[in-house]
């Protein structure tokens, strides 16, 4: 059997401490080497021992976790996995975490809530894993039983013919997931104000999204908001999936629209990409462009090859530049994949393919 990967939990709560040391240690791939109730005893394990990740609360007593994140960050870069309840306010603190290193965002899990706990569980493992083989910078077997990995099928039918006639309007459609706040951000800067409308599935918990599209909002030369049911895809706006729910696209006339929708975890995940992608399938076809970036897993593999078999033509980011190169890699596998680009170009081809 591989090398167990080692964990350190850094959180004040002693319950959060001993769910998240249940939960991961549920995995046979996971270790919890420790357990630590403040940045100081956290620092004196990893003098003893290091770990391959750490989980780490944001707010705490002596030193708060952005404070002690940017330290291991600029001395000596562990892949940390931040542990926020992601209040509004704790939101824009998330956002701080992911400027200063954090590989992935993960949501408490809401003591009481049986589905919810197992839900968390499986996402709480996987982040885990992500950071594991994430390439950080200075500044899946289980013992227990979780619901069946699901598949698209759940949420939409797969298309059984070609979207209608080709349009003059395309129409982009994006996945990520670890490592892609930083990659959507670089992304969406470069492109014009005038570029084609963009529908975005990154995985993220409920409470996150609207921050990070506001904060994404501020630095692009495009409109960026998160997504809400019935909003129109249009020239030089990017909508974000919504973290918890699905984000598909849809078709009325020649207008492009999203739907919001509640529903089971597919491929693990809500939002997911598979299901934002299936439907690009169904309603854009030929029209569309998709694009897979960063990320732990094989979401979006199957629906990109739905894309590209509707006439969608199809980009995804080369391992060089992502922080995990799972989805991309499992796209390139699946054969759903036209382009595989660096993250800094990827812009480039989105719009010469949208002309």
Do not use: W
């Amino acid at each position: 059997m591989a090398k167990k990967i080692k964990v350190l939990i850094v959180d004040d709560s002693a319950v959060v401490r001993q769910t998240l040391s249940e939960i991961l240690s549920s995995d046979p791939h996971i270790e919890v080497m420790s357990t630590a109730s403040d940045p100081f005893i956290a620092a004196d394990r990893i003098r003893h021992e290091i770990p391959d990740v750490i989980t780490l609360d944001v707010e705490m007593p002596r030193m708060d976790g952005i404070t002690f994140l940017h330290k291991i960050m600029s001395q000596h870069p562990i892949p940390v996995v931040m542990c926020s309840s992601l209040t509004e306010k704790g939101s824009e603190t998330a956002l701080k975490a992911l400027e200063y290193g954090a590989v992935e965002i993960i949501q408490k899990p809401r003591l009481g809530t049986k589905t919810f706990l197992e839900e968390s569980r499986v996402r709480i493992c996987d982040a885990v894993k992500a950071a594991s083989q994430a390439r950080v910078r200075r500044v899946s077997a289980t013992t227990h039983q979780v619901s069946p990995k699901l598949t698209a099928d759940v949420i939409m039918e797969k298309p059984k013919s070609q979207a209608m006639m080709q349009t003059t309007e395309k129409v982009v459609v994006v996945g990520a997931s670890t490592g892609g706040t930083e990659a959507l951000r670089i992304f969406l800067q470069s492109l014009p104000a005038d570029s084609p409308g963009i529908v975005i599935v990154q995985h993220m918990p409920e409470g996150f999204t609207r921050a990070f599209s506001q904060r994404l909002d501020g630095l692009c030369r495009i409109t960026v908001k998160e997504a809400e049911n019935n909003d129109t895809v249009v020239r030089g706006r990017a909508l974000i999936a919504p973290g918890n729910h699905h984000l598909l696209l849809k078709r009325s006339g020649a207008r492009y629209y999203v739907e919001i929708k509640d529903g089971p975890l597919v491929s693990r995940h809500r939002p997911s990409v598979d299901v934002l992608f299936r439907s690009a399938a169904r309603y854009a076809g030929k029209n569309a462009v998709g694009v897979i970036m960063t990320g732990m897993g094989d979401d979006g593999a199957h629906g990109m090859l739905e894309m590209k078999q509707a006439g969608a033509v199809n980009i995804a980011q080369d391992e060089a530049t992502c922080i995990v190169f799972g989805m991309p890699n499992e796209a390139i596998k699946q054969g759903g994949v036209d382009l595989v680009r660096p993250l800094d170009s990827i812009s480039r081809e989105v719009l010469r393919l949208c002309v």
